[in-house]
């Protein structure tokens, strides 16, 4: 079998050893254009995870790469002037270039072909030829594989250092342009890798547009001088970049299959992009060795086994940039805080976990939460809203829809205010008017399915809501106005402590603030004018229901909740039910597992207001770490009631959300 390997970076240069190694038969070349002591950047990061996998394929390689290893367990965290650790992290880093140097030496000892300074212009001839060639790969470039380039996250510049840090280290320091973070972590004896990044706009506005290599180091070494203490940044072409995220709808073409940086990119911010290479390399010598060296299955077992493997961490990657390109959002965060949001921002450790690995920091943050040296974990602090007084974090589920007027219901099932009654222990009242997603049949028929003879519908616009929906009519806004009062008044004889109003999933509220539903260019005039005039007659805590995005191009973005997040805020609601979508029927979800809480994190953390939160949330671990890194201030489990009992291992006093003082 002959094979032609395009790149010889990490990834090429181990598949080429591990397919020597399984057979010394197999014929194996690998090409490379730059010289075999080239290379950029600076230290490579590896996870003891990883480094298992590495001794497993190759022991050889994997005894000379460790020998020169950086180790650390800490990470640091310099914040507004103080310096948050935490440990129990274990990672390792070697020098690219040194690790190029230990994959080439192993190649020449099993009879791998290694030619360099070669420009590939058309696809070898072979039984099997891989592009391992990096980001912007040839071989990917010549085939069908469905890929998709764009960019992700913020700015960002690559340095060395002869600042040898002793642990993983981020730092952040502000200019009057705004945020900049660094992540420094050595990677041998005498240097460490040192990663400046910020937003775009702050790019823009100091001028980095217009600097050279040179202007751009010294800009940063004066930004950050203090933090290098006398010390130098050394540039291999470091200027300004953007990270390009690389996506494939399929990794194989016929007899052509892509590896590492040419198949996937994941953001720097998590130290991935090497691990997921190697792990690349390991995944595809092995389908040969398991398919007896055909081709074809080989590379269908390839793309199945790292497919989902490479989705997830792609998935954390990308929470990961997100969270460094807004991080300025956070600054009014306590450093505990703010660092525990760091940690956790890419949902690959939790509060359990990090209790695991470093318990002090853990105690450290249910302490601040609790505000006592021994406190319980964050979901079980205490939290207070206007007046209640929230035992945990755990809100008890809101009533359900309560319809302001029996014309305002969404089934025959939805309670009217003046019918319902405040069950034992219920202390969130939503209220709300269906709009043209009224006089429906109940869900366990279908939804949205009208009822044969149903009631006159309103909207802001006469769009049906489904494909089987009447046309609605125009509200009369002043009527329904006066519905909205008199059931905030009756919820105060109902000695209710928090109302909420619902501006969620297309109800009539929740359309007006549309644009796929309301052609008006004032779309909050109307919720607003509710708003305020709820809160004129209801003193306590009152809630908004709303839908941060609508999940559909032509409807409202995340920014445009958050915008509206900020304005009802400033209208007097306490606190933002976070939800999203079902503005329209054909929208387009994005469900998983606490798939609301980064929206929740957004608006509790931009449009600084509290925010109750839930989607599929199924744990007390989910809970306290949403509400330790301050992406909510109360939750939802997702659980039977009986089952949130067992959960939680506690009686119904344990989960009693709010009470009166």
Known sequence: MKVEIVGGGPAGLYLAILLKRADAGVEVRVLERNAPDATFGFGVVFSEETLGALRDADPETHLEITDTFARWDRIDIRYQGRVVSSRGHSFSAIARRRLLGILQRRCHSLGVALEFGVEVEELPEADLVVGADGVNSLVRRLGDFGTKVEPEGSKFVWFGTDLVFDAFTFIFRET??????????????????????????????????????????????????????????????????????????VWHDGRVVLLGDAAHTAHFSIGSGTKLAMEDSIALAASFVRRKWDVETALVDYGLERGGAVERTQSAASESAAYFGRVGSYTQLEPIQFGFNLLTRSGRITHASLGVRDPQFTRALDGWLGGAKVSPPPAFSPFELRGVRFRTRFGLRPSGFVAVSPEARITHETPAIDDWKAPAGQVLLQLGHAGARGACQPNSVGADLPLAEGWP??????????????????????????????????????????????????????????????????????????LDAVRAVWPGALAVRLSVTDWHPRGNSVEDGIAIARTLAEHGCDLVHV???????????????????????????????????????????????????????LCLLDLPPRQVERTLGASNSLLLAGVRP
């Open 176 to 249: 009057d342009s705004g945020l900049y973070n660094v992540h420094a972590y050595p990677y041998d004896e005498r240097m460490s890798t040192f990663i400046v990044e910020c937003p775009r706009e702050t790019w823009l506005a100091d001028g980095h547009a217009d600097r050279s290599e040179e202007e751009t180091l010294a800009f940063c070494e004066q930004l950050f001088a203090n933090d290098l203490r006398g010390r130098e940044l050394f540039s291999n072409r470091s200027i300004w970049l953007d990270f390009l995220k690389v996506t494939n709808r």
């Open 457 to 530: 519908l309103v909207s802001p616009s006469r769009e049906p809501y489904g494909p089987f929906s009447p046309v609605p009519g125009a509200p009369d806004e002043a009527a329904i106005r006066d519905r909205f009062i008199t059931a905030a008044r009756r919820a105060a004889d109902l000695d209710v402590a928090v109302v909420e109003l619902d501006m969620a999933h297309g109800y009539l509220l929740g359309a007006y603030l549309s644009p796929l539903t309301n052609p008006e260019n004032e779309r909050l005039r109307f919720p607003l004018s509710i």
């Open 579 to 633: 939800e999203a979508g079902q503005t329209v029927h054909d929208d387009r979800p994005e469900y998983r597992r606490g798939f609301l809480t980064a929206l929740s994190d957004r608006v509790r953390n931009e449009a600084r207001v509290p925010t109750l939160v839930g989607g599929h949330l199924t744990t007390v671990d989910d809970a306290n770490t949403i509400v330790g890194a301050g992406r909510a201030d």
